[in-house]
């Protein structure tokens, strides 16, 4: 049995194999802070009980991700089926008994980079224009797909925590939608609005297999306050493109490792919240409910108390500097409790589903953002 990772967004280091048997390590991001996603491929076990062990899984930035967790594993790197997966003692267990000659093992279905090149030029292809906001660290561009003509400036991110590949599942589904033009509701949301879409903020920690940061090590959803070209470029070259354009709503999209549910977390704790705030808010998360039951509102983060907010994050940062509607949406990587799909678990399509019921979501709030 032979397994590796130096492939995009690949990350294990193999500690050893007996036969069909491999005890594993996650490979810590930059930093050594934070370590979780997983991705790498495994061949000569064609029929055999494999049993992967991930020993520092204990260690990771998360462990409460593990109880109720299910891997996710390809043998044609379309569909991803959840693998039995058990947790004891800090070490994550995954059995395969594969098919194939070679298979793929991943934290959650990823989302590559060619992946990422091929959505843009389809963004294209349906009308949106494409631009370069500067280069990350490691000197990847950092692309905003721009839609629509009208006043309102809507700014929609996703993947600053690289690991959450969902969020970038989402985009596709977002993208899809809105620049689709056989629908109506997208068609007229673009003569309200002009759409500033950031599918994934985090090229660099995408294609180095990290979960959480950067090139540099730096937590870009802790960045937001006072971003600098030599830590954080990702964040200073959208919040300057959004203090130049404008921002009137602002979605950040994410997966939680924890939770297993799509949630909302909105901004209550800024210095700036409002009743106003408060209601859109609401709007739009009762808009989103009836629009995919995949999302739900009885479980999530705690809200912040009044004056609470950590500044350094994009929802409370851009919810204050503009006193606009801003929120975080989550996305489970354990299957969803709400609606439970034993083999695929909460997948690609469901994350491409609920990112165009977004569009639903919106076209609730549009009139009222200011
Ligand atoms: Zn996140």
Redesign the pocket.
């Given at each position: 049995m032979h397994i590796s990772s130096t492939f995009d967004a690949g990350n294990i280091q193999v500690v050893s194999i007996e036969e069909h048997h491999a005890s594993l390590r996650i490979r810590p991001d930059v930093g050594d802070e934070h370590l979780q996603w997983f991705y790498f491929r495994v061949s000569g076990a064609r029929g055999e009980q494999v049993t992967l062990d991930i020993e520092n899984a204990g260690q990771v930035s998360y462990p409460k991700a593990w109880p109720g967790y299910q891997a996710r594993v390809s043998v044609d790197r379309e569909d991803w089926i959840q693998a039995p997966t058990s947790y004891k003692d800090g070490v994550l267990s995954i059995q395969v008994q594969p098919d194939a000659d070679v298979f793929w093992v991943a934290y959650f279905a990823p989302y590559s980079a060619e992946r990422h090149a091929e959505l843009l030029a389809a963004c294209q292809g349906q009308g949106a224009q494409l631009h370069t906001l500067g280069s990350t660290l490691d000197g990847r561009d950092l692309d905003m797909v721009v839609a629509g003509s009208g006043p309102r400036k809507l700014w929609v991110i996703a993947r600053?925590?690289p690991g959450?590949s969902m969020a970038e599942w989402w985009m596709e589904g977002f993208l899809g939608r809105l620049l689709d033009p056989d629908d109506a509701h997208a068609l007229r949301l673009l003569d309200q609005a002009t759409f500033y879409v950031v599918p994934n903020m985090n090229p660099d920690g995408s294609v180095r297999g990290h979960l959480r940061v950067n090139a540099a090590g730096a937590n870009l959803?802790r960045e937001w306050e006072e971003p600098t070209m030599a830590r954080s470029p990702e964040v200073k070259l959208v919040r300057d493109a959004m203090d130049a354009l404008g921002c009137d709503f602002c979605l950040d999209v994410?997966?939680?490792e924890e939770l297993p549910h799509n949630f909302i977390a909105g901004a209550e704790g800024i210095p700036g919240w409002t009743e106003r705030l408060d209601g859109l808010t609401q709007r739009f998360c009762d808009a989103l409910e009836r629009a995919n039951p995949d999302f739900q509102q009885k479980v999530g983060y705690p809200k912040d108390a009044p004056g609470a907010a950590n500044m350094s994050m994009c929802t409370s940062q851009t919810a204050q500097r503009f006193n606009c509607l801003s929120m975080t949406l989550e996305m489970p990587f354990k299957d969803t409790d709400d609606r439970p799909e034993p083999e695929l678990g909460w997948s690609p399509e469901r994350c491409m589903k609920l990112g165009a019921s977004g569009i639903d979501a919106i076209v609730e709030v549009i009139a009222d953002l200011r």
């Amino acid at each position: 049995m032979h397994i590796s990772s130096t492939f995009d967004a690949g990350n294990i280091q193999v500690v050893s194999i007996e036969e069909h048997h491999a005890s594993l390590r996650i490979r810590p991001d930059v930093g050594d802070e934070h370590l979780q996603w997983f991705y790498f491929r495994v061949s000569g076990a064609r029929g055999e009980q494999v049993t992967l062990d991930i020993e520092n899984a204990g260690q990771v930035s998360y462990p409460k991700a593990w109880p109720g967790y299910q891997a996710r594993v390809s043998v044609d790197r379309e569909d991803w089926i959840q693998a039995p997966t058990s947790y004891k003692d800090g070490v994550l267990s995954i059995q395969v008994q594969p098919d194939a000659d070679v298979f793929w093992v991943a934290y959650f279905a990823p989302y590559s980079a060619e992946r990422h090149a091929e959505l843009l030029a389809a963004c294209q292809g349906q009308g949106a224009q494409l631009h370069t906001l500067g280069s990350t660290l490691d000197g990847r561009d950092l692309d905003m797909v721009v839609a629509g003509s009208g006043p309102r400036k809507l700014w929609v991110i996703a993947r600053q925590h690289p690991g959450e590949s969902m969020a970038e599942w989402w985009m596709e589904g977002f993208l899809g939608r809105l620049l689709d033009p056989d629908d109506a509701h997208a068609l007229r949301l673009l003569d309200q609005a002009t759409f500033y879409v950031v599918p994934n903020m985090n090229p660099d920690g995408s294609v180095r297999g990290h979960l959480r940061v950067n090139a540099a090590g730096a937590n870009l959803n802790r960045e937001w306050e006072e971003p600098t070209m030599a830590r954080s470029p990702e964040v200073k070259l959208v919040r300057d493109a959004m203090d130049a354009l404008g921002c009137d709503f602002c979605l950040d999209v994410h997966g939680d490792e924890e939770l297993p549910h799509n949630f909302i977390a909105g901004a209550e704790g800024i210095p700036g919240w409002t009743e106003r705030l408060d209601g859109l808010t609401q709007r739009f998360c009762d808009a989103l409910e009836r629009a995919n039951p995949d999302f739900q509102q009885k479980v999530g983060y705690p809200k912040d108390a009044p004056g609470a907010a950590n500044m350094s994050m994009c929802t409370s940062q851009t919810a204050q500097r503009f006193n606009c509607l801003s929120m975080t949406l989550e996305m489970p990587f354990k299957d969803t409790d709400d609606r439970p799909e034993p083999e695929l678990g909460w997948s690609p399509e469901r994350c491409m589903k609920l990112g165009a019921s977004g569009i639903d979501a919106i076209v609730e709030v549009i009139a009222d953002l200011r």
